[in-house]
Nanobody
Framework: QVQLVESGGGLVQAGGSLRLSCAPSGNVLKFYRTEWYRQAPGKQRELVALIDHAGTTTVVDAVKGRFAISRDTVKNTWFLQMNSLKAEDTAVYYC?????????WGRGTQVTVSS
């Protein structure tokens, strides 16, 4: 069964940058809606950014101006560029994709920001 695979997480100092990637593990229909979520310890999973079927991007206020979502429709992959990272950005980051077959989630990648 095809899954989404995140990469690019790691440990970074506050003020640093990371770029997360999300790609399917095999052939799958094009995702028309692509999203990034995060879940910090003891907190609920929350939406960070998304690109909808029209290509419109949305970034939540907590990361606006620091994070950017983009995607490569040819490769069916998407990215989360994270700049000016803060300790409160520490979380497991998950990608989610929606295509005509349904909803796909990745298993998550850890991002740890040291202050």
């Amino acid at each position: 069964q095809v899954q989404l695979v995140e990469s690019g997480g790691g440990l970074v100092q506050a003020g640093g940058s990371l770029r997360l990637s999300c790609a399917p593990s095999g052939n799958v229909l094009k995702f028309y809606r692509t999203e990034w979520y995060r879940q910090a310890p003891g907190k609920q999973r929350e939406l960070v950014a998304l690109i909808d079927h029209a290509g419109t991007t949305t970034v939540v206020d907590a990361v606006k101006g620091r994070f950017a979502i983009s995607r490569d429709t040819v490769k069916n992959t998407w990215f989360l560029q994270m700049n000016s990272l803060k300790a409160e950005d520490t979380a497991v980051y998950y990608c989610k994709g929606v295509n005509p077959r349904g909803v796909y989630w990745g298993r998550g990648t850890q991002v740890t920001v040291s202050s």
